[in-house]
């Protein structure tokens, strides 16, 4: 059984910073794809960042140049490094892991997700 729990979440003001963590227990030898999500209040659940692992990562648009996604296997922990925070990225944040086989998904878990808040 794979748990994931994330921290760092909280409230900050526009143009700063928060670094959120996803720690794994459990087994998870064969993940090979590491997500953050977001989703704000009436709005659908949306990838924000991926690091598969080979250590190749994507970003939404919307996020490419303030966000950088990284992880640490000793520590089976992913990250979220968030700058120049605005309040449109205002949002529970998830951490997501996923196990593919020959194309197929066949371990998902996610995280009970983080509130991010950027108010002044």
């Known amino acids: 059984q794979v748990q994931l729990v994330e921290s760092g979440g909280g409230l900050v003001q526009p143009g700063g910073s928060l670094r959120l963590s996803c720690a794994a227990s459990?087994?998870?030898?064969?993940?090979?794809?590491r997500y953050w999500y977001r989703q704000a209040p009436g709005k659908q659940r949306d990838v924000v960042a991926t690091?598969?692992?080979?250590?190749?990562?994507n970003y939404a648009d919307s996020v490419k140049g303030r966000f950088t996604i990284s992880r640490d296997n000793a520590k089976n922990t992913v990250y979220l490094q968030m700058n120049s925070l605005k309040p449109e990225d205002t949002a529970v944040y998830y951490c997501?892991?996923?196990?593919?086989?020959?194309?197929?998904?066949?371990?998902?878990?996610w995280g009970q997700g983080t509130q991010v808040t950027v108010s002044a």
């Open positions: 997501n892991m996923r196990s593919y086989y020959n194309g197929a998904l066949v371990r998902d878990y």
């Open positions: 459990g087994s998870i030898f064969d993940i090979n794809a």
């Open positions: 690091i598969t692992s080979d250590g190749s990562t």
